[in-house]
């Protein structure tokens, strides 16, 4: 079974610094697209930062400038930089994956969410 573990998130002052991380582990082919969503209470998940498997990026722009998505193809891993945090950065943070187990098929692989918390 393919798993998203998420880590890295916590409490930080406005201004602040965190890095997530998430590794995928199991049986699968290769992971196309890795990307980091987050949902703060109350609203829509929303996708912030995206990563193809040749390190292009797209970023939305509530968070240019200040976060950076970066990949390590051969561990299976992707991390979100988050630089000068704000409180309206507080929400649970997703990894998420599209994954290949066959040539035929790509799932949409989910982590379990981590919290980030920025306090003023």
């Known amino acids: 079974q393919v798993q998203l573990v998420e880590s890295g998130g916590g409490l930080v002052q406005t201004g602040g610094s965190l890095r997530l991380s998430c590794a995928a582990s199991g049986n699968f082919l290769d992971i196309a697209y890795m990307a980091w969503y987050r949902q703060a209470t109350g609203d829509q998940r929303e996708r912030i930062a995206l990563i193809a498997t040749d390190g292009s990026t797209i970023l939305a722009d509530s968070v240019k400038g200040r976060f950076t998505i970066s990949r390590d193809n051969a561990k299976n891993t992707v991390d979100l930089q988050m630089n000068n945090l704000k409180s309206e950065d507080t929400a649970v943070y997703y990894c998420?994956?599209?994954?290949?187990?066959?040539?035929?098929?790509?799932?949409?692989?989910w982590g379990q969410g981590t919290q980030v918390t920025v306090s003023s």
């Open positions: 998420y994956a599209q994954i290949r187990s066959t040539l035929w098929a790509a799932d949409d692989t």
